[in-house]
Each structure stands twice: as structure tokens, then as C-alpha cells.
């Protein structure tokens, strides 16, 4: 009889969390998860799972909750999800952001070299590291140029990950996930704010939605197809960091556009420009190069970009329509 491989998920109550978790369940994973002692637990997106994973209380800024953690589930694997990740948050909470974003990366590196040197360790690294880009479209050699405390916050982490597996011989990956989206996503991110608006307009509950800038350039893709990233990066005979991307940029006007021809209305109608979501330091274009993934993990996107914005219109159409109707609370 053969035991399951043991996963640990910091961050598994958000949106790549649950994705992560559904796709190592049906691996065969034994699942467990990190959560933070908070007054009002938020398990949602989790909730169909709680009786298939086993839930931890932890924290990234606490080393020895981490060691302690090693020492009671002997993961395999640990997938470092968890973090401060609302960009315009990082400009209010500079130093909450760099300690859980980025050393709460080195606790656990530091953790995984005390307790066993075989874990092998996935860092959440983010796009938002390229910023004001030099050259495009970005892959692993491009140089980073932050434009937030959560970019410097991501960089940190990253090359950390990067010198504890030059320094200590870890199995320590980063993945470099552009934008990626989903009906779980949170609605504080401008994709899901756009569709909960829209779901929302289109039920008469709202009459406008407040935008920044719509000229802003993402590569959005799928949380769902990278998720499967993240885990075939720990399953490589060598250790080495993935740009996660689709190749391809739109516009945040282009995004409003597709979510509002879903549901049949004008979106210039509907959307009010308000200069208070403008960023300090706005990050205005980003598209990732994932050559290296193609080639050497065989990964590639299958959800494509009006693919996913439809999906998560219907699903908050959906969501607002049974809340409109009393069956959510």
C-alpha cells in the first residue's frame, strides 16, 4: 500500500489555493493547509473541500508556528501561496506587506533547511516584480523594475528562494504568474470588481461602475491552468524558475467591454473614471514569455481571454441573481 504524497498550502483559502487543493486531491495528494487565527474565518472557497484536507493555524510572520508545522505534517511538498497581494494595499501597509510578503517567504525556507532539507518549496512570484519593463514581452531574464512595496516585496522573495537553492541546495522553485483570474478571485482586484459590477448593474442593483485607468495592459489568463503550473514545477528532475503567462495583452477598457457585451449593455454608460483608483506608481503594460514552460513542462494555457471573461460574468450573474432572490445571504 502506498502512502500519498503530503502537500502543505500556505494561502489555500484564496483563489489559488482552492484551485491547488482541487487539483492535488485528484492526484491523490494528501492535502493540508495553513490559515491564520482571525476572528472571522473565511472559508468559501474552500468549503465543497474541508472534509477531504486538514487545516492548520499558522502564520508567515511567526518562524517557529512554520517549524512547528514541518515537524507535525512532514510534507513532501509546500506551496508558499500566501501572502499581502492587493497591490494598492502595499501602498498603505508598506511594512505589513514586505514582512508576510516577503519574509514570510524566508521563514519558511528557513523552516524547510531546520526541519528537512528534502521539502521541496514553491514561491508565489508575481509579475507585478517586472513593473516599468524595459523590453517585451518578459521572461525569466528580464530585469526586475518593481512599481509597488508588493513588487519589492515579490522580488525579495524571489531571489531569496533563489539563494536559499544556490546556498543550501534546496529544491526551491519560483513561479512567475502573470495575472490570472477567475469567478473565485477576490473582489478588491479591478477582473472580479468589473464582473461583480456588471452582475450587479444588469440585476439593478448598481448604476455605475468607478474605474482608474482603462488604459492599463495585462496578460490575464486562467487561475485554474496555473495552478497545474505551480505543480509541475515540483515534480522537475532540477529546480528551475517558470514565467507562467499566455503571451497575450489587453487592456483593462478591453476587459469592461467583453463583461458588458456579455450581459447586453453599453459599457460607456455604465463606467464612471475616479481618480482615486489610480496607483502612486502605475505598472502600465505587462506580457509574459512562457517558452521555457512550453518546452520543458509541456504547459500551456486552455482557457483563453474571452473564455474567462465569460466565465466569470455568468458566474457572478449567477451569484447575484440567487442573492437577489434571498437564496445567498
Known amino acids: 500500500m502506498t502512502t500519498a504524497k503530503r502537500a502543505l ?8 489555493g482552492a484551485y491547488l487543493t482541487e487539483l492535488l486531491l485528484a492526484k491523490g495528494y494528501e492535502v493540508h493547509g495553513m490559515v491564520r487565527r482571525s476572528s472571522g474565518e473565511r472559508f468559501e472557497r474552500i468549503e465543497k473541500y ?21 515537524e507535525k505534517i512532514e510534507p513532501a511538498e509546500v506551496y508558499n501561496l500566501a501572502a499581502q497581494s ?14 508576510v510578503t516577503g519574509l514570510g517567504a524566508t521563514r519558511m525556507l528557513e523552516a ?30 528580464t530585469p526586475f523594475w518593481p512599481r509597488s512595496p508588493y513588487g519589492v516585496a515579490k522580488v525579495y522573495a524571489h531571489w531569496i528562494t533563489v539563494n536559499y537553492r544556490e546556498s543550501y541546495n534546496l529544491y526551491a522553485v519560483s513561479g512567475i504568474l502573470f495575472n490570472h483570474e477567475s469567478p473565485l478571485r477576490g473582489t478588491a ?5 468589473i464582473t461583480n459590477a456588471v452582475a450587479r448593474i444588469k440585476h439593478g442593483l448598481l448604476d455605475k461602475l468607478r474605474l482608474g485607468n482603462l488604459d492599463a495592459e495585462r ?28 503571451g497575450e495583452k489587453h487592456t483593462v477598457r478591453e476587459f469592461v467591454q467583453l463583461a458588458f457585451d456579455r450581459v447586453g449593455l453599453p459599457w460607456e454608460e455604465c463606467v464612471e473614471l475616479d481618480p482615486n483608483f489610480l496607483r502612486p506608481a502605475e505598472v502600465n503594460t505587462l506580457c509574459g514569455d512562457a517558452s521555457k514552460a512550453r518546452n520543458e ?19 457572478d ?6 442573492m437577489k432572490d434571498g437564496l445567498l445571504p
Open 50 to 70: 474541508l472534509d477531504q484536507i486538514t487545516l492548520h493555524e499558522g502564520d508567515l510572520i511567526d518562524q517557529m508556528s512554520l517549524v512547528r508545522l514541518l
Open 317 to 322: 450573474l449567477h451569484r447575484v441573481g440567487r
Open 189 to 193: 482586484f479591478v477582473t472580479r470588481k
Open 112 to 141: 524547510i533547511r531546520m526541519v528537512d532539507q528534502k521539502i521541496r518549496f514553491y514561491q508565489a512570484s508575481s509579475s507585478e516584480m517586472f513593473g516599468k519593463v524595459p523590453t517585451e514581452p518578459q521572461d525569466e531574464s
Open 9 to 16: 498550502i500556505t494561502g489555500i483559502t484564496g483563489q489559488d
Open 219 to 246: 496578460d490575464w489568463g486562467f487561475a485554474g491552468d496555473y495552478v497545474e503550473a505551480m505543480h509541475l514545477m515540483l515534480q522537475q528532475e532540477e529546480p528551475r524558475d517558470y514565467v507562467i503567462a499566455t
Open 297 to 315: 513542462l509541456g504547459w500551456k494555457p486552455k482557457v483563453d481571454f474571452p473564455q474567462l471573461v465569460n466565465m466569470m460574468v455568468d458566474a
Open 86 to 99: 492587493f497591490v494598492p494595499t502595499s501602498f498603505s501597509q508598506p511594512i505589513l506587506t514586505g514582512d
